[in-house]
């Protein structure tokens, strides 16, 4: 069974550009959710992807998005990084709202906003 | 809105000495209580979910206990590679999102 992955593993910006970071769920899920954790933290959920629809959001504004591909893998874009972005970006899958509440993690990217 | 508080923010151990760790939670339709290990520079790691008042689940030196008001995660007899930063989370709403405390970082001295 292969686990959750996550593209770029560490990440660079400048203020002001734009990011998308990838994420690949686990065989068999089809909900995604993303999370960003800051030092020392715990993760905030941004959003729900859900059989490619957003399913839910957290506290943040509209320039972060994302996608849900027919596969359920996922994208989260960030527009006009501002340097408060800088933080660890997580994704995890689950089952879907008909299963199970586990949501399984992947290693995360670290972003860095200079 | 949703609050989930652990204490303490750090604990060290010796090897071999057993305590707890709490998570308290103020949340609307708590559908679960999530327990995570997280390593530095890693994601969390899921250990256990609680549904309901009285429940408890075990897995090795670890256990979790619910209430209608707290968690608590007990360490039993601990060894250094016990030593992380454990996470408690909640999940409410709709997307049934998870609401995480600022967890409780671990060392176990051997």
């Known amino acids: 069974e292969t686990g959750v992955t996550q593209s770029p593993t560490h990440l660079i910006k400048t203020r002001g550009q734009q990011v998308t970071l990838r994420c690949s769920s686990q065989?068999?899920?089809?909900?995604v959710s993303w999370y960003q954790q800051a030092l020392g933290q715990g993760p905030q959920f941004i959003f729900q992807?859900?059989?490619?629809?957003?399913?839910g959001r957290g506290n943040f504004p509209p320039r972060f998005s994302g996608l849900q591909f027919p596969n359920y893998s996922s994208e989260l874009n960030v527009n006009a990084l501002e340097l408060d972005d800088s933080a660890l970006y997580l994704c995890a899958s689950s089952t879907g709202l008909a299963g199970g509440l586990e949501q399984y993690f992947g290693p995360g990217t670290r972003l860095t906003v200079t | 809105e949703d609050q989930v508080t652990q204490s303490p923010e750090a604990l060290r151990l010796q090897e071999g000495e057993s305590s707890s760790l709490n998570c308290s939670y103020t949340v609307s339709g708590l559908r679960g209580l999530f327990w995570y290990r997280q390593d530095p520079g890693k994601g969390p790691e899921f250990l256990f979910t609680?549904?309901?008042a009285g429940e408890e689940k075990e897995k090795e030196r670890l256990k979790a206990t619910l209430t209608k008001k707290e968690s608590f995660l007990h360490i039993t007899a601990p060894k250094p590679e016990d030593s992380a930063t454990y996470l408690c989370a909640a999940s409410s709403g709709s997307a049934r999102q998870l609401t995480f405390g600022s967890g409780t970082q671990l060392t176990v001295l051997p």
């Open positions: 065989s068999g899920h089809n909900t």
């Open positions: 609680l549904y309901s």
């Open positions: 992807y859900y059989r490619e629809e957003e399913n």
